[in-house]
Structures are given as structure tokens and as C-alpha cells.
């Protein structure tokens, strides 16, 4: 009965995210009492650059541990076509019930951008996180960027390359680490008719590919894959990513999870779903610096 209800709730689960569409079964299934939310804050000047906070609940009772709670800023997957921040409470929830302040950020999408106008959102974003973290019982010194899918794009574009960070006024050196959940490092030719507007399919830019910024300069890094993902190959790109900032000398802690697909990936972080994949465990431990790297 159990595993049944678990593969109803996975199947459920990819179907809303390959959708799009609200996670609203999953949410509603997520605890509402382990966390505080300041929702609906503006970090940038244009209309979808808002951002939700979740705070450790702890925090009502006694103050955050002396510095300050580590700080994500976690971007959704939907290959940059579509998503928003409050479908993805259950990351909210899952992180901050772990000690970490979480921002959930929305970025614009196509057709109203195309890159690299969301990347200078998701830098914004973290920057205003960098900025706000003591208001919220983060601590700024240890900010990671996160992301999923096209949002893990974002995530690695704003850690491994210096122009959008710079261009909000920091720089990757100011980031305690970043974390990739299947996203695509390199990915050219594009096959998804959906994303090959987004970077002017057949005329992509030269720059827009993450592994082409791997580096010594690169923030400490996870990267999960699932190895059942036909949509982001993990070989081409997560093991191809740790393999090129291993090189360089960054510490990476590389984790493919075998029985995850590039949907289970994260929903493995809502509150039914974390008998999957141990994804909320790996990265909640990166976050609070007790992982070495593998």
C-alpha cells in the first residue's frame, strides 16, 4: 500500500511539473508549520522579479544560531518558458526545515526575454538575498544559489561566469557554494522546441554555455542527476561538469541518484516523495559544510 501510494504520488508529481501546471497536490501535502514566509518582495524593477522568503519556524521561539542561518536562493526549472515561485513551496518548506533561509525567486520568461535577460534577474536576486539575509536570520557569508533544470542552468550561468554577478554589484567569490539538480551545462544543439527561441535556435550565442565557465574561480559545488533523466543527459552534463571543476581544483560532491528521473529529481524534496532519492539529505548537508567532497 505504501509503495503504491508513492508511485501515484511520483506519477502525479511529473505530471504536473512536465506540465507546468500548479504542484497544488504536492503543496498541499507539504507541512505548514515548520517555516515562516515573507511573500510577494520586490528585487528588481520589472514585474516578475519577486521572490518569496522562508524562514526556520525556530526562529519564533529563539534567535538564529550565533551568525545566521546558511542562504539559498533556488531557482525553478521550465525551460525558461514557463514556472512560478509558488509552485515550489515544497522547496521552501523542505530547506528551511532543515535550518537553511531559502528564497524562491521568480525570473522573467520567454517570450517576454531570451538570454541573457533572466540571467540578470536570477543575479539580482541573489544579490538582494545577499544584502537582506540578516533581516530574515540568514547568514551572507554562506549564500548558495540553487537550481533545477533550466534553473540549474540559471544557477551555474550566475555562479561560474562574473558578468551577471558583477553587473548587480558582487561577485562569484562572495557565494559559500552552488548547487545544480539536472541542469544542462552543455547542451548545444538545442532539441527542445520550447528552449531553442530562448538562445536563437540555430544561431546560438557563443557565450551561453556553463561548462564553458568552469574554473579555479568556481564557488564549492554539488551537483545531483538522476540516472534515469531523458531529458538532461547526467553524463554530458553533471559528470561531464564535475569532471572539468575537479580538474581545475574546485571541491565537488557529485551524486547520481539512481532511482530519480529529471522530474522525481526535486520532487524528492517534497514532504511524501523523500523516500525516493536521499536529494534533500545531500544537499541540506553540502549546505551546512559537513560533506566531502566525493
Known sequence: MRRAFLLAGLGLLAAAVAGCSPL??????????????SADIAY????????????????VDRPAPSGGYPVVVFFYGGSWNGGKRGDYRFVGEALASHGIVTVVADYRLYPQVRYPDFLTDCALAVAWARREAPRYGGDAS?????????????????ALDPRWLAAAGMAPSALAGWIGLAGPYDFLPIENKKAQPVFFHPNYPADSQPIDYASRAAPRTFLGAAANDDIVNPERNSRQMADKLRAAGVPVTLKIYPRANHYTLIGAFAWPLRGLEPVLQDVTTFVHGNDAAK
Open 44 to 59: 528588481g524593477p520589472e514585474a516578475r522579479d519577486k521572490l518569496d522568503v522562508y524562514q526556520p519556524r525556530e526562529l
Open 142 to 158: 554562506r549564500l548558495f544559489v540553487m537550481g533545477h533544470s533550466s534553473g540549474g542552468y540559471n544557477a551555474a550561468m550566475v
Open 24 to 37: 497544488g497536490i504536492v503543496n498541499r501535502l507539504t507541512p505548514s508549520d515548520t517555516y515562516n514566509v
